[in-house]
T-cell receptor, first 113, second 113 residues
Framework: GEEVAQTPKHLVRGEGQKAKLYCAPIKGHSYVFWYQQVLKNEFKFLISFQNENVFDETGMPKERFSAKCLPNSPCSLEIQATKLEDSAVYFC???????????FGPGTRLTVL | AQSVSQHNHHVILSEAASLELGCNYSYGGTVNLFWYVQYPGQHLQLLLKYFSGDPLVKGIKGFEAEFIKSKFSFNLRKPSVQWSDTAEYFCAVNRGGSYIPTFGRGTSLIVHP
């Protein structure tokens, strides 16, 4: 598609529940990035993919967060056993090349109660 | 670690006033610089970018930014703002060799009609 799509728009989970977020990059973009924005603060980089391969996961809290980009499927970001501090807006972005402009999706607002 | 500072967290202007939003970064090497805008309820959009060449960059909607290497700055300007410019503005910097942008915390601009 012409825009990065993210679903759902809003997600509410109780502490300890699982949360799964989806991102469909722009067609033809081979790089996907996930960011976390807590309370309108700066964007924290989580992970990036080049096609279905993890390109950089230096920002991922690995104990509860995982992500995938499989062929012919939306990319996903999953949080096992959510905590209150996971409440944030999660943005996905895609780009044609690693240094190119990133195009952002509308974000998924996760609220953990 | 590289940091990006946006000193103005909230700016309130009247229509037709001139705008300048500050952005400073701490990395001394080659950088790629971006300004993104997030209108209420919408996703991040690229306003303008600097990779190389003329340090005065023209973007969309009448915005421009000037890269001043000696000051490690990339300030955003618009000579005459409109009510529709009300939005969050984010500066982002890629250091040379890294494709992961570091974002500033954003500046909330409110333009009164």
């Amino acid at each position: 598609g012409e825009e990065v799509a993210q679903t759902p728009k809003h997600l509410v989970r109780g502490e300890g529940q699982k949360a799964k977020l989806y991102c469909a990059p722009i067609k033809g973009h081979s790089y996907v990035f996930w960011y976390q924005q807590v309370l309108k603060n700066e964007f924290k980089f989580l992970i990036s993919f080049q096609n279905e391969n993890v390109f950089d996961e230096t920002g991922m809290p690995k104990e509860r967060f995982s992500a995938k980009c499989l062929p012919n499927s939306p990319c996903s970001l999953e949080i096992q056993a959510t905590k209150l501090e996971d409440s944030a807006v999660y943005f996905c972005a895609s780009s044609q090349g690693s240094y190119n402009e990133q195009f952002f999706g509308p974000g998924t607002r996760l609220t953990v109660l | 670690a590289q940091s990006v500072s946006q000193h103005n967290h909230h700016v309130i202007l009247s229509e037709a006033a001139s705008l300048e939003l500050g952005c400073n970064y701490s990395y001394g090497g080659t950088v790629n610089l971006f300004w993104y805008v997030q209108y209420p309820g919408q996703h991040l959009q690229l306003l303008l970018k600097y990779f190389s060449g003329d340090p005065l960059v023209k973007g969309i909607k009448g915005f421009e930014a000037e890269f001043i290497k000696s000051k490690f700055s990339f300030n955003l300007r618009k000579p005459s703002v409109q009510w529709s410019d009300t939005a969050e503005y984010f500066c982002a910097v890629n250091r040379g060799g890294s494709y992961i942008p570091t974002f500033g915390r954003g500046t909330s601009l409110i333009v009164h009609p």
